[in-house]
């Protein structure tokens, strides 16, 4: 099946800094990329679509300044967190789909802002 | 707006049991419904969908999902239960002739007592 893999799996990084994660299909194109963040415990929130070649749409009540998202090509994404809080601190996914409705995710990477 | 709403948070089954995660949603029409599971810091791998069609679908580690349109339920089943089974399961739904985005459930953690 479909690989979607993301960098770094883990990251530490300090309060005021930011931070870039990436999200790569690995063996498909992706126009379409989407970002996730779950809270411990919870559901995933979708957070934005990223769109190759054009700007990411983002949901309700998602910060655009604060997650940065541009993708690039039609195999990555990347999601940047400027000046991280320690509310920042999550599990963010990407998925990308791949077949009708159909979507694969990568692995997640978590980020701890201290 | 769609709605997926997973009642149980947390269930308990013992090895060998049989095992029923509920999952109900809202949606004007019929929708794409998913059952994802989620290893501990892991990302999201699909179990099984249902498109249209027979409404008995079959997914993968044995599991399979019953969609049935007058409840609006799309029910997870495994006839007996390992160990490895252990994890978070989601479901989430799909909108058809819409974007690909989906909305999630707020996942039920599944524990296997030996």
């Known amino acids: 099946g479909a690989v979607v893999s993301q960098h770094p799996s883990r990251v530490i990084c300090k309060s005021g800094t930011s931070v870039k994660i990436e999200c790569r299909s690995l063996?498909?194109?992706?126009?379409?990329m989407f970002w996730y963040r779950q809270f411990p415990k919870q559901s995933l929130m979708l957070m934005a679509t990223?769109?190759?070649?054009?700007?990411?749409?983002?949901e309700q009540g998602v910060e655009k300044d604060k997650f940065l998202i541009n993708h690039a090509s039609l195999t990555l994404s990347t999601l940047t967190v400027t000046s991280a809080h320690p509310e920042d601190s999550s599990f963010y996914i990407c998925?990308?789909?791949?077949?009708?409705?159909?979507?694969?995710f990568g692995p997640g990477t978590r980020l701890t802002v201290t | 707006a769609q709605s997926v709403t997973q009642p149980d948070i947390h269930i308990t089954v013992s090895e060998g049991a049989s095992l029923e995660l509920r999952c109900n949603y809202s949606?004007?029409?019929?929708?794409?419904l998913f059952w994802y599971v989620q290893s501990p810091g892991q990302g999201l791998q699909l179990l099984l969908k249902?498109?249209?069609?027979?409404?008995l679908v079959q997914g993968i580690k044995g599991f399979e999902a019953e969609f049935k349109r007058s409840q609006s339920s799309f029910n997870l089943r495994k006839p007996s239960v390992h160990w490895s089974d252990a994890a978070e399961y989601f479901c989430?739904?799909?909108?058809?002739?819409?974007?690909?985005?989906?909305?999630f459930g707020k996942g039920t953690k599944l524990t296997v007592n030996p």
């Open positions: 998925s990308a789909p791949a077949g009708t409705y159909e979507q694969y």
């Open positions: 990223s769109n190759e070649g054009s700007k990411a749409t983002y």
């Open positions: 949606y004007g029409a019929t929708p794409y």
């Open positions: 249902y498109f249209s069609g027979d409404t």
């Open positions: 989430a739904v799909g909108e058809k002739g819409g974007s690909e985005k989906l909305v």
């Open positions: 063996d498909f194109q992706a126009t379409t």
